[in-house]
């Protein structure tokens, strides 16, 4: 009985940790694609940008110092320590970055660039669904996000909307690349998550429940191999 408990929670553990980190090499494909395009970054990615043309650096370098000085903050204001999600989010994320700008190239034709663009944004919704869908944390500008609407007692739509005015001008001050994909992306954003985080989440939970259906035999389907324990 006891063997078996343990059996379903490693599995619980690697299926939930392991949608978490496909989400954010999903999330990055999708980041470098916007990058790539040459059309405008999201907010963030504008003022990682703008580091690297300053200071040098890769965008997933300043991603992830961004992200610490964010999980920094956030753990000031909340006075305890980021979760284990929020520092992987952190740190993965902007390895991928990294690793996608290295295999993505600019297209050579401005049909092909708006392309890659709009599957960008498209990818970096699902993206965020699935890394979401598993529920290991919020990642680190989410959790800012959430302690200062905790001190304000904002709503969360002006906090996080100030923080992305705030980091997009920064970054277009410093150089990074404002277009009509930032605009896309700030208008659009919150339609794409709005199809893809209920169809991740509902797929997550359905293979969760499969699997434990398959390890109970009273639900899951019977199977050849299925016995009653007598050798």
């Not at 009985?1 to 090499?25: H, N, P, Q, V």
């Not at 993505?104 to 993206?127: D, E, H, K, R």
């Not at 959790?143 to 996080?160: D, I």
Request: glycine letters at 14%; hydrophobic letters at 50%.
């Amino acid at each position: 009985m006891e063997r078996d408990r343990y059996d379903k929670s490693k599995r619980t553990f690697f299926i939930r940790w392991g949608a978490f980190m496909f989400g954010l090499m999903v999330m990055a494909l999708g980041i470098a694609m916007m990058i790539r395009a040459e059309l405008g970054g999201a907010p963030w990615d504008v003022l990682h940008l703008g580091l690297t043309l300053q200071f040098g650096l890769t965008v997933g370098t300043w991603s992830i110092i961004m992200g610490a000085i964010v999980l920094g903050i956030t753990a000031l204001l909340t006075k305890s320590w980021p979760q284990i999600g929020a520092f992987l989010n952190m740190l993965f994320l902007g390895i991928y970055i990294d690793l996608f700008l290295w295999i993505v190239s600019t297209p050579t034709n401005m049909i092909a660039q708006y392309l890659m663009l709009g599957f960008g944004i498209l990818i970096i919704g699902f993206g965020i669904g699935i890394y979401i869908a598993p529920r290991c944390g919020a990642g680190p500008r989410d959790s800012l996000m959430l302690a200062l609407q905790e001190k304000t007692g904002w709503k969360v739509q002006y906090v996080r909307g100030l923080m992305e005015i705030a980091v997009l001008t920064l970054g277009w001050m410093m150089g990074g690349t404002v277009f009509i994909g930032t605009l896309l992306f700030c208008f659009g954003i919150g339609s794409v998550l709005g199809i893809t985080l209920p169809q991740c989440q509902r797929i997550f939970d359905l293979i969760m429940e499969r699997g434990k259906k398959n390890e109970d035999i009273n639900k899951g389907a019977l199977r050849t191999y299925h016995h009653d324990g007598v050798s």
